[in-house]
Structures are given as structure tokens and as C-alpha cells.
Nanobody
């Protein structure tokens, strides 16, 4: 069984930074952060593949967000810099147990956390 617990959300002004954390218990492979604004489609933000620490980012966050994991690979982080009001969303940690990362679609992930809210004011 996989359990994911996110933390680190909050309210910041535009241009500020936040670091989200996701505690991962149980074996998993590809790890990602996905965000959701009510009334809109979920948007995959970034993923990291534990096998080689390779990463991939959505164009909307490239150069501002960084996904990483600790050496034990049981915590996944999302460092968010230069935040913009359009980054306001609920952020979810998501993982799969498949052989590799396939992408940033919601269907690419099997297990989800409860989410942590990020609010960016202008």
C-alpha cells in the first residue's frame, strides 16, 4: 500500500517562494506533482524518476519550479520560486508503480495524496 502526505502549502505574494514536501510510504516509482483549480482540468507540474533522478516539467513552470527527492527517496519536494497568481491551486503528490514515468497526465499516476493548498496574491 502506498501513502502520500503533502505539506508546505500556504499563502505568499507574487514573486515569493514555497517548498512543498510529500512523504512517501510504500514502494513507488515515478513521482509527480499535479495541481488543480476547481472548474479546470488537473495540470501536471513535474515528475521525477527515482531510477536516475531524471525530471520533466510543464512549460508553465519550467525555470521556476524544481522537483527533487531526498537520498532515502521517501520524500519528494517541489521548490517553487517566482510564484505567480496563476500558480494558485491545490497541489497533489502522485506516484505510480509502473516501470517508468509516462508523462504528466492524471492517468499516468495510481496513488494520490490529499493535497496542499497554495495561494499566490498579486
Amino acid at each position: 500500500q502506498v501513502q502520500l502526505v503533502e505539506s508546505g502549502g500556504g499563502s505568499v505574494q507574487a514573486g515569493g517562494s514555497l517548498r512543498l514536501s510529500c512523504a512517501v510510504s510504500g514502494w513507488s516509482n515515478c513521482r509527480a506533482w499535479v495541481r488543480h483549480v476547481p472548474g479546470k482540468e488537473r495540470e501536471g507540474v513535474a515528475y521525477i524518476f527515482p531510477g536516475d533522478d531524471s525530471t520533466y516539467y510543464a512549460d508553465s513552470v519550467k525555470g521556476r519550479f524544481t522537483i527533487s527527492q531526498d537520498n532515502a527517496k521517501d520524500t519528494v519536494y517541489l521548490q517553487m520560486n517566482n510564484l505567480k497568481p496563476e500558480d494558485t491551486a491545490m497541489y497533489y503528490c502522485a506516484v505510480n508503480r509502473w516501470a517508468r514515468c509516462y508523462g504528466l497526465r492524471s492517468s499516468d499516476y495510481q496513488y494520490w495524496g490529499q493535497g496542499t493548498r497554495v495561494t499566490v496574491s498579486s
